[in-house]
């Protein structure tokens, strides 16, 4: 009897799990997110060659990110349009160090991450509240202690966050 409660238990507690996790994963239509002619992003300029990095392998995640992270700041009904104009990600390959660094991308303090962007925050009935322009920057990126996290992202989307903490009454 014990066994088939506990297994009753952990079963509902699967469900409930899974359902979060579903509502989590709903898309959020009150947030867009585009970019503004990403063949001329800083990162593309300095993408090439065996240092060739494929836009949508750090846009499209970052857009993601960003999405789901702003629609949580909404008010019911708002909508907050983003157009992002510049992305240079954190660190640099540096090619002098030789081939066997060729695809190591160095992480210094010397090459913080940076996101310029214009944004429009709307009210539920259509009228401007905010608009604006961001030059996202961190140059202490490096001090905050991310440890050993390995998403490849993670400087970026510290930026993305440190904005919308800063500018949930103001963006």
Not at 85 to 91: E, L, M, P, S
Not at 116 to 134: I, M
Not at 147 to 169: F, H, V
């Amino acid at each position: 009897m014990k066994s088939s409660s506990l297994f009753r238990l952990l079963c509902v507690a699967c469900l409930a799990f899974a359902s979060a996790a579903g509502w989590a994963a709903a898309p959020q239509d009150n947030v867009d997110v585009h970019y503004k002619d990403p063949q001329h992003f800083t990162e593309a300029k300095r993408s090439s060659g065996v240092h060739l990095i494929k836009a949508d392998e750090y846009l499209e995640p970052l857009r993601a990110y960003i999405v789901q992270r702003a629609s949580r700041m909404l008010a019911p009904g708002q909508r907050l349009d983003i157009e992002v104009t510049d992305v240079d990600r954190a660190g640099e390959y540096e090619p002098w160090r030789g081939p066997r660094f060729d695809d190591v991308r160095v992480i210094k303090d010397l090459y913080p991450p940076r996101i310029d962007l214009n944004f429009t925050l709307y009210s539920a009935d259509g009228k401007v509240l905010r608009e604006g322009q961001r030059k996202l920057r961190d140059p202490a990126f490096l001090s905050h202690g991310f440890g050993s996290d390995q998403d490849p992202l993670r400087y970026e989307k510290s930026l993305i966050d440190s904005w919308l903490r800063k500018g949930a009454g103001k963006l």
